[in-house]
Structure formats: structure tokens, C-alpha cells
């Protein structure tokens, strides 16, 4: 935590200093920024963000039936409601997969 904040101030402050203050090893906080990131970390990162793209995308489908079922019906097109909410659903379903299916290609 005392590394994270002399990362984030080093700009401001000398490392120097702020390494006192925190009475923490200068040597101690070059060697951790050195390290790689967990691997842990890195695959959280990875999932967070295909969850969110999966996320984003059923939203987005889910507003896409919804204005091509307005569009249908603002320009007459007659619909029964069951008929037109089971097509609208197939169809987001379908976008929803098919997101998914590219965003867990990208995260490996």
C-alpha cells in the first residue's frame, strides 16, 4: 500500500523523501516496482473486462429490439406482442452470444 502511493506521487515528490516519511526502503520500493503483476491479477483484469463487454452488449441488444420493434410498429407493421417480444429476444439472445463468444477469444 506504502509502494502504491509513492507510484502514484513520484512525480510530485522525490521518492527519496516520501520513502522516509513511510519508513520504507528505497532499494524495497524500486525492487517492487520492478515485479511483474500477479498473473492473479492479470487474469481478474482479463475476466472484469469480458464481463463488462458481455454486459454493455445485452444492454445494447436489449435497446436494439426496442427500437426495431418502435420502428416496426411506428411505420404500421402490425405485431402481436408475444410473437414480436420472442423475436426481439431471439435476436438479442443471438447478439449477447455472439459477444461473448468475442470477447472470451480476446481475453486469452
Not at 491479477?41 to 472484469?48: N, P, S
Not at 411506428?74 to 410473437?83: P, Q, Y
Request: glycine share 4%.
Amino acid at each position: 500500500m506504502k509502494f502504491a502511493f509513492i507510484a502514484a506521487k513520484e512525480v510530485a515528490f522525490p521518492v527519496i523523501a516520501m520513502c522516509r516519511m513511510l519508513d520504507v526502503s528505497c532499494s524495497g520500493y524500486y525492487a517492487w516496482k520492478m515485479r511483474p503483476e500477479p498473473v492473479t491479477k492479470t487474469a481478474d483484469v482479463k475476466l472484469a473486462l469480458a464481463i463488462a463487454g458481455v454486459a454493455l452488449a445485452a444492454w445494447l441488444s436489449m435497446r436494439f429490439a426496442e427500437v426495431i420493434h418502435r420502428v416496426l410498429t411506428d411505420n404500421g407493421v402490425e405485431l402481436l406482442t408475444r410473437i414480436a417480444g420472442l423475436l426481439l429476444s431471439a435476436i438479442a439472445v443471438q447478439l449477447v452470444a455472439e459477444s461473448a463468444l468475442a470477447f472470451a477469444a480476446q481475453a486469452k
